[in-house]
């Protein structure tokens, strides 16, 4: 009896063992299969990001050439801020379009320019005071005649240029949470950059993605150094007191994605054959030209050899 007892204790010892082992193989094979699986979904988000980024785009495609974008998108030919002038800017090779983003009263995303709709449409009134449905009663206007075209929203805006063309987003009064979370949901928050004036917000949605790209408006070196070590995108909208010789110099030395305005008197004087202005600041080399003229302007540069 003795004995039995012995051979029943080592074989529930053994049992024991055998299960252990088995266990132990088991947890290893599962903790390295989960740990591969999560490297491999790192390493595809890490490759979709790195492949859909508008920086690294905007640095691939301007190696060799200046990036024209239509101011209001081409507003000169269709409704600014319309749907048709993002299409006809499509069809003529624009490389990138600004448009205006502004907020309805129900929180809808649409492209607007002023806070009031008196300019651009045939209604009156401040465009927060409507909501989207009653901003579709009215109709935009191109030079003062009444069109089919209807104040668009960003979504509509995102599904039309999305792999057609860059998109740069002027944000007017927009909580930028928001903004991000479209852009997000219509997986592009790596595909657009933001002109965006207010500090405030600039701040915000980095709190929200650190790479997400904006293009601040600098007016000085010391502008143009905080925001080369306090934002990942390395862009900057030079104006009239920043754009000198020598900050472009340091901003190529610094891989800065220079960002420079024609518009104004510059293309006004350009339209009427003066050039002398847009020479001066396409000698410069910016990364990229914005203009109300983009289908001249960008004939003009493919003339100068600027553009492919």
Partial sequence: MSCK????????HQSKLMFIHTFTVC????????????KEQ?????????????IEKIETLSKNQILVCAHRAYHKYAPENSLESIKQAIDAGIDIVEVDVNTTKDGVLVLMHDNAIDRTTN????????????????SLILNGEITNHKIPTLNQVLELAKDKIMLNLD?????????????KTNKMQNKVFSFIWDKRKISKILEIDANYAVLPEVSNKSEMEYYLKNINSKMQHL???????QNMVWAKDNNIITFMNILWKPDEQFILNNTKKVDQIIALKPTIIQTDHPKKILEY????NLHK
């Fill in 5 to 12: 007892r012995e051979y029943n204790k080592m074989k529930n």
């Fill in 27 to 38: 947890f290893i094979t599962l903790f390295f299969s989960c740990t591969d699986s999560i």
């Fill in 42 to 54: 790192n390493n595809s988000i890490k490759s979709e990001s790195s492949s859909n980024n508008i």
């Fill in 123 to 138: 209604g009156k009134g401040w465009i927060g005071d409507f909501t989207y449905a009653e901003l579709q009663k009215f």
């Fill in 171 to 183: 944000i007017k009064r927009v909580d930028v949470t928001k903004l991000y979370q479209l852009l």
């Fill in 239 to 245: 104006n009239e007191k920043s754009f000198t010789p």
């Fill in 301 to 304: 540069l493919k003339n100068k």
